[in-house]
């Protein structure tokens, strides 16, 4: 099993949509969870950070970690066409180096 | 200013050359890394220098040899190129090792051919 599944989509959806964004993982141990975005011919940007369970916000991004399932989401809301990226999930332990999933491309038609 | 910039951003070049990638940031970071991104968008990590001395090296063939002349650069050479190598090349760094929060360059396309 790997250590992070991330469905790659492609997604499509229109504009002011909520766009949700998934990943699995496997490790349990696993503390720190991120989303990274990554516009095309560009390199990923931290985009929310979260440690341990709970939700965070920031405007119109929303991430989850549900531990017991060990499950995390990116909710977009109101997506927009400037949100069209490829969404980067990545998870690390304490000491350990970050695991990326595969990441979910995104489109927002508008 | 650009905050890690990695030069050049595009290469082209022949199956058994031998490339060099360069990069630098002006961050003050302490760690820096070289991930690899294939064409399904997977990225994984190569290396990471702490301080200019090697951390992370995960199983990457011998032909990658990276260099940290000093903890802002992080060179990355490549030797005897295969088709395989095709990928887009990222540079990152960060505060402290095994950092979760990572702040990459714009990549290096790279075509062999």
């Known amino acids: 099993q790997k250590e992070v599944e991330q469905d790659p989509g492609p997604l499509s959806v229109p504009e002011g949509a909520i766009v949700s964004l998934n990943c699995t993982y496997s490790n349990s141990a696993f503390q720190y969870f991120m989303w990274y975005r990554q516009y095309s011919r560009k390199g990923p940007e931290l985009l929310m950070y979260t440690y341990s369970s709970g939700n965070k916000e920031d405007g119109r991004f929303t991430a989850q970690v549900d531990k017991s399932s060990k499950y995390i989401s990116l909710f977009i809301r109101d997506s927009q066409p400037s949100d069209s990226a490829t969404y980067l999930c990545?998870?690390?332990?304490?000491?350990?180096?970050?695991?990326f999933g595969k990441g979910t491309k995104l489109t927002v038609n508008p | 200013d650009t905050a890690v910039s990695q030069t050049p951003k595009y290469l082209v070049t022949q199956m058994g050359n031998d490339k060099s990638i360069k990069c630098e940031q002006n961050?003050?970071?302490?760690?820096m890394y070289w991930y690899k991104q294939d064409s399904k968008k997977f990225l994984k990590i190569m290396f990471s220098y702490n301080n200019k001395e090697l951390i992370i090296n995960e199983t990457v063939p011998n032909r990658f040899s990276p260099k940290s002349p000093d903890k802002a650069h992080l060179n990355l050479h490549i030797n005897s190129l295969e088709l395989g190598d095709s990928a887009v090349y990222f540079c990152?760094?960060?505060?402290?090792?095994?950092?979760?929060?990572?702040?990459f360059g714009s990549g290096t396309q790279l075509s062999v051919l």
């Open positions: 961050l003050g970071h302490d760690t």
């Open positions: 990152a760094s960060s505060y402290g090792t095994y950092s979760e929060k990572l702040f």
């Open positions: 990545a998870i690390k332990g304490g000491s350990e180096k970050l695991v």
